[in-house]
């Protein structure tokens, strides 16, 4: 801890530096840098706050819907990381104190949790904070990991520092893994105990419509992917289609979209800009094919468009989510496309011309996933 505390002094002007440009790129504001910096907040809205719920972003966001429905103790506050998952959680969670989590930095730290009455601390997926572990541990504050998560190049990176990885492990009271994999993964690295009663973004309402129009929607599409999507639709049937929906993953980057949109695509072709309302799109769509999948970005979440019944599409780079997509894959509810550009638009426009009986599938493959998560919660109310 020494050295990383000793690191942090040394980063911290630099981070002052970034977080000023990242101002200017319009991806903080002035409320999420005093909080996120400086760790300050209006604490007498947080007084009666004894449990924070902290995600990093939208994906993370989707995660804790279950949590937040079941906590028994109902003094809680919502924590994030980035203005598009504050923004989506105000939309979500009207009635619930939301704020940025002040940076891992120890100063930070202290000052927050000596201006509140935190009893317990939720980290969703994979936050890792090493200064909000030891110091709220020390404070006899307990921390949950939910829905933990190590991607294959953080599980090699954290290997290499195993004594410092046992270390953070033995801070958590609980600890909840995604997969099974990623258990195993956790295990080794914190060398522990971990627990896997299924993931929490399964907690979704399921609501498929019979017999779709022949709409496409590319999702969560990344500013990267924009000339490989287009060069997709480009090799389409466009005759069999009415409709193709795109899906910006960082709603800012609308506009350079639709400058490099074809002329012939116009009437086809919708660019969605409302941010956080993706369902009535899904509900819509007959495929989805989910981006960060064209890039090596690790995929995307594919569950919210199957729990509306649509077919999923992905490339090769999928392996954030990589045991879900083999799973829908082996069920024939999903496909998991290698090749190249044109090979993917044939795929497509084979999968057109089928019906899908899906439903019972889908519906089998979600109440699979969830029936655990009732011991999941009880050791989390008991903690």
């Known amino acids: 801890m020494y050295k990383y505390k000793f690191l942090q002094f040394v980063i911290y002007p630099l981070v002052l530096l970034l977080g000023l440009i990242r101002f200017f790129q319009r991806k903080e504001n002035i409320q999420s840098l005093k909080q996120k910096l400086f760790c300050i907040y209006d604490y007498s809205k947080l007084v009666d706050k004894e449990i924070i719920i902290h995600f990093s972003s939208i994906g993370e966001l989707n995660s804790i819907k279950f949590l937040v429905e079941n906590l028994f103790n109902k003094n809680f506050l919502l924590s994030c990381s980035t203005l598009s998952s504050f923004f989506l959680a105000k939309k979500k969670y009207p009635n619930l104190e939301i704020i940025f989590l002040g940076l891992d930095f120890e100063w930070n730290v202290r000052i927050f949790l000596s201006k509140t009455k935190i009893k317990k601390m939720i980290w969703i997926d994979s936050e890792i904070w090493p200064n909000w572990l030891d110091i709220s541990n020390k404070k006899n504050i307990k921390n949950i990991l939910v829905n933990g998560r190590l991607s294959d190049k953080s599980?090699?990176?954290?290997?290499?520092?195993?004594?410092?990885?046992?270390?953070?492990?033995?801070?958590?009271?609980?600890?909840?893994?995604?997969?099974?994999?990623?258990?195993?993964?956790?295990?080794?690295?914190?060398?522990?105990?971990?627990?896997?009663?299924?993931?929490?973004?399964?907690?979704?309402?399921?609501?498929?419509?019979?017999?779709?129009?022949?709409?496409?929607?590319?999702?969560?599409?990344?500013?990267?992917?924009?000339?490989?999507?287009?060069?997709?639709?480009?090799?389409?049937?466009?005759?069999?289609?009415n409709n193709i929906y795109i899906i910006p993953r960082h709603i800012q980057y609308v506009r350079n979209l639709k400058s490099i949109l074809n002329e012939s695509f116009y009437n086809k072709v919708i660019v969605h800009e409302e941010f956080g309302s993706t369902l009535p799109i899904f509900d819509k769509s007959k495929l989805v094919f989910m981006g960060g999948s064209l890039i090596p970005h690790g995929g995307q979440n594919p569950l919210e468009a199957l729990s509306r019944g649509c077919y999923i599409l992905t490339g090769q780079?999928?392996?954030?989510?990589?045991?879900?997509?083999?799973?829908?894959?082996?069920?024939?509810?999903?496909?998991?496309?290698?090749?190249?550009?044109?090979?993917?638009?044939?795929?497509?426009?084979?999968?057109?011309?089928?019906?899908?009986?899906?439903?019972?599938?889908?519906?089998?493959?979600?109440?699979?996933?969830?029936?655990?998560?009732?011991?999941?919660?009880?050791?989390?109310?008991?903690?």
């Open 155 to 241: 599980y090699h990176k954290w290997k290499k520092f195993i004594s410092f990885s046992k270390f953070l492990g033995s801070k958590y009271d609980l600890i909840f893994a995604k997969s099974n994999e990623d258990k195993i993964k956790l295990e080794k690295i914190f060398q522990r105990k971990i627990n896997f009663f299924g993931n929490l973004k399964f907690f979704l309402d399921i609501n498929i419509i019979e017999k779709k129009q022949k709409n496409i929607c590319f999702a969560s599409i990344h500013k990267s992917e924009f000339d490989k999507i287009l060069e997709i639709i480009n090799n389409l049937d466009m005759e069999k289609i």
């Open 317 to 383: 780079y999928n392996d954030n989510f990589r045991s879900q997509y083999l799973e829908l894959n082996d069920q024939n509810l999903a496909s998991i496309v290698r090749g190249n550009i044109k090979e993917i638009s044939l795929k497509i426009n084979q999968l057109l011309d089928l019906n899908f009986d899906n439903s019972d599938l889908i519906k089998n493959y979600f109440n699979e996933n969830t029936k655990h998560f009732d011991n999941l919660m009880n050791l989390i109310n008991e903690c």
